[in-house]
Antibody, heavy 129, light 110 residues
Framework: VLLQESGPGLVKPSGTLSLTCAVSGASITSDNWWSWVRQPPGMGLEWIGEIYRSGVTNHNPSLKSRVTISIDKSNNQFSLRLSSVTAADTALYFC???????????????????????WGKGTTVTVSS | QSMLTQPPSVSAAPGQKVTISCSGSSSNIGNNYVSWYQQFPGTAPKLLIYDNDNRPSGIPDRFSGSKSGTSATLGITGLQAGDEADYYC???????????FGGGTKLTVL
């Protein structure tokens, strides 16, 4: 299974960042979620959001109003759009396949197994005029 | 700030053992499984441990994971120079309905 990110490496401030993740060796309609993660220079990993084959999405609350994640079943790929970008959005952006399963315990409620088993190599996006 | 707290750095000599902690809360680690990732500079993270203590195929048994309450631990035995990297814990947060990462720990092999 391979994931490959693509998109412009330079975006102007207040513009929209658009990236695509092409999936090969697996179907994007399989029972997995597909996610975006980013890493600003010199900093740690930040979870952006994810999408399921049905189109259902989850987003980082701190980015939610600016993030759109979509799925393209015909081309076996999914995409990220991040609007109103600033220099703080400059980062290495990764796409990853997510294994996400849950259950319910009467005593403690819902529990989840959540991990990313396949990652793209990443693509650098710089926000600058 | 990350929802999961890791020490910024740890170090040990070759051949020794090191542990990296990951502290969370009842909404994340306390209720869900933890995964661990290894990342070398400028490259993608690699899954080391999933579901607290399971290794994907190809990961040496020098790497181990455990969880107790709202904390998790990554252990690495027989340290090698090639283990020098950044390590991240991650899980799902039920309150946020979002994935969360720890801030990362830089491992230095002395």
């Amino acid at each position: 299974v391979l994931l490959q990110e693509s998109g412009p490496g330079l975006v102007k401030p207040s513009g929209t960042l658009s990236l695509t993740c092409a999936v090969s060796g697996a179907s994007i309609t399989s029972d997995n979620w597909w996610s975006w993660v980013r890493q600003p220079p010199g900093m740690g990993l930040e979870w952006i959001g994810e999408i399921y084959r049905s189109g259902v999405t989850n987003h980082n609350p701190s980015l939610k109003s600016r993030v759109t994640i979509s799925i393209d079943k015909s081309n076996n790929q999914f995409s990220l759009r991040l609007s109103s970008v600033t220099a703080a959005d400059t980062a290495l952006y990764f796409c990853a396949r997510v294994c996400f399963e849950g259950g319910h315990r009467p005593t403690s409620g819902y529990f989840y197994s959540y991990y990313m088993d396949v990652w793209g190599k990443g693509t650098t996006v710089t926000v600058s005029s | 700030q990350s929802m999961l707290t890791q020490p910024p750095s740890v170090s040990a000599a070759p051949g020794q053992k090191v542990t990296i902690s990951c502290s969370g809360s009842s909404s994340n680690i306390g209720n869900n499984y933890v995964s661990w990732y290894q990342q070398f500079p400028g490259t993608a993270p690699k899954l080391l441990i999933y579901d607290n203590d399971n290794r994907p195929s190809g990961i040496p048994d020098r790497f181990s994971g455990s969880k107790s309450g709202t904390s998790a631990t990554l252990g690495i035995t027989g340290l090698q120079a090639g283990d020098e990297a950044d390590y991240y814990c991650a899980t799902w947060d039920n309150s946020l309905s979002a994935g969360v990462f720890g801030g990362g720990t830089k491992l230095t092999v002395l």
